[in-house]
């Protein structure tokens, strides 16, 4: 077969119709419409055979499908001949693009470490070549890739480029989108101001593309979610219009203002024109908002409905699996055809170093998030160390106190000996002053660890201490608003008037306080997104922004942490 292909190449660009390359020219700057148009008519009006033609006939095909994210398992017979038939043709340009479309099939059918393979052997091509339209596919592609698998640091690496490619081809709706996706990344890594940052750059170059609807209203629509969720509401609305993509957005704005009625209405709305997942979420907010309302039968309609919704969710999730399972095994049969093929052609070799190089691929992949998670539950176990610490040294630094104040008594008794003996009755009385006033200062900061101990143990027998350290971030336990206000008062009588000192400082909305004093009972970010029907996305986006608000600059979470334990 190799032989076969190494005959029927030449080593030359061969002369082509003008048909497909005018086709071929529209389709790389995404004028699809017209693409069509010419292939339709040299379908209609070439009859010649040609081999050279008929594949290139084929690439546009091929193209055509992988813009429209078409391919799937069934193309990689076709796909693959391509790049076997390109490999030693002389158009390295064309052979660039069949590994590119045959990467996005491995894609497609669920196989990254093959789809990674063959898209940097088409990256390495295209950078060598300076074929910028293809780098911007093969950058989106490879970001995409490192996207569904949470890599974020190495998306957010190609996404730039996929961004910066796109400015040197002065292509706007290639830099909008590639804007717009950068938002996304960075909403997953809780970084909100770079979110609306890029959010609304994608708004900005929408502007100039010839189909702005396809990019405006997804980015304004994801810029409310954010300030939604950081409760910038004023700003909210001015990205959110009345349609049904905002629906969601509306329901969650109504929410945070504590307009139940309304916040009901656009849930119910939401449901009603939302897909699968949409319809969970709002009926699992529908449970909880008739629940607290007391409107019981409507709870319990919602609540059979989330059900039902996520039973279904389930068994699409089945059917994914068994479809890429499918999928999987298709390809797999392709592939052992292919490769039965190859070893009648002495193509053995390629085959087990390409199996190699997944294999090993795969292995690293398996070794960098184990590495990952390892790393993370170092950064948990130090940060509670550092916790910790902070409750000794504040214990330690009373201690110290006291033990200094008791020097300074032994050399005030030594002194008021000395003023004695010199019948200087000023002076006595004076060092005898500072002696009753440091006794009574370490009578205080021993009545006030005992106090503080006392109340602190007494506070953690209690029933509410109990329920909460159980159950925190178990999905079905929240606090009545009885119980939050009886937490606050037991956490002012341990921590010594807590809330009035926070509120000493700055008004805090009902939220920024519930999480302040799960804070200060070290209850972990992810349980109080639970507690409190916030996402952790949400809620670190919230930590952050308190500690800004407590000392006017920027910070972590953990520095927030930091400060409420030793406030």
């Known amino acids: 077969m190799l032989l076969t292909l190494f005959m029927s190449s030449c080593h030359e660009e061969p002369t082509y119709p003008l048909l497909l390359v005018d086709a071929d020219t529209l389709l790389m700057r995404g004028d699809y419409g017209k693409t069509d148009s010419l292939l339709t008519i040299f379908d209609n009006s070439y009859t010649k055979q040609e081999k050279a033609v008929l594949h290139y006939r084929q690439l546009l095909q091929i193209g055509r499908r992988f813009v429209e994210d078409e391919l799937t398992a069934d193309d990689f017979s076709l796909t693959d001949s391509l790049c076997r038939y390109y490999v030693d043709s002389g158009s390295r340009e064309k052979y660039g693009k069949a590994l590119c479309f045959l990467g996005n099939v491995y894609y ?47 998306c ?291 009545a006030k660890q005992r106090r503080h101990q006392f109340l602190l143990e007494e506070f953690q027998k209690s029933t509410l201490y109990s329920r909460l350290i159980i159950n925190a971030g178990k999905e079905k336990f929240h606090f009545t608003d009885e119980e939050w206000q009886q937490l606050g008062e037991n956490i002012d009588k341990v921590y010594e008037n807590f809330t009035q000192r926070l509120f000493s400082l700055v008004q805090l909305s009902d939220i920024e306080l519930k999480v302040c004093y799960l804070i200060k009972l070290r209850i972990a970010p992810a349980n109080m997104a639970v507690m409190l029907y916030k996402s952790k996305t949400a809620i670190s986006m919230l930590r952050q922004r308190l500690y800004e608000k407590f000392t006017h600059q920027k910070g972590s979470t953990k520095q927030l942490d930091e400060f409420i334990l030793n406030f």
Not at 113 to 141: F, G, Q, V
Not at 307 to 328: C, F, G, L, P, Y
Not at 347 to 376: D, P, R
């Open 156 to 446: 957010i690496e190609y996404y730039q480029k996929y961004f910066h490619v796109s400015a040197l081809n002065q292509d706007t709706l290639r830099m909008a989108y590639s804007a717009n996706t950068m938002g996304k990344v960075y909403v997953i890594l809780n970084n909100a101001d770079s979110a609306l940052y890029y959010y609304d750059k994608s708004i900005a170059l929408a502007k100039h593309t010839r189909h702005p609807e396809n990019i405006i209203p997804y980015s304004k629509h994801s810029i409310a979610d954010i300030l939604i969720q950081i409760e910038e509401y004023d700003k909210a609305l001015s990205y959110m219009s009345h349609d049904t993509l905002n629906y969601d957005n509306w329901a969650y704005w109504h929410l945070g203002m504590h307009h139940l009625d309304s916040a009901i209405w656009y849930f119910e709305r939401e449901q009603e024109v939302s897909g699968i997942y949409g319809k969970l979420d709002a009926h699992n907010n529908l449970t909880r908002l008739e629940d607290s309302r007391h409107n019981t039968n409507k709870a319990l309609i919602h609540y059979k409905l989330l059900v039902n919704i996520m039973d279904s969710v389930q068994k699409m999730s089945q059917s994914e699996n068994t479809r890429r399972v499918n999928a999987q095994y298709n390809l797999n049969q392709i592939k052992e055809e292919r490769d039965e093929i190859a070893r009648h052609s002495n193509h053995m070799e390629t085959v087990l170093y390409i199996f190699l190089a997944v294999t090993l691929l795969g292995i690293l992949l398996v070794y960098y998030i184990w590495k990952f998670y390892q790393q993370k539950q170092r950064s948990e176990l130090s940060h509670e160390k550092l916790l910790r610490q902070i409750e000794e040294e504040k214990y330690k630094h009373s201690v110290s106190q006291i033990e200094e104040n008791k020097r300074k008594i032994d050399k005030l008794k030594k002194q008021l000996i000395e003023a004695k003996q010199q019948n200087d009755p000023i002076i006595e009385n004076q060092l005898r002053l500072d002696s009753e006033q440091l006794i009574a200062e370490n009578q205080s900061l021993e």
């Open 108 to 154: 497609q059918s669920g196989d990254y470490p093959s789809a990674m393979n063959t898209w940097l052997k088409a990256k390495s091509i295209a950078e060598d070549n300076k074929y910028l339209y293809l780098l911007c596919w093969l950058y989106r592609n490879i970001g995409d890739l490192y996207f569904a698998q949470r890599m974020l640091d190495e």
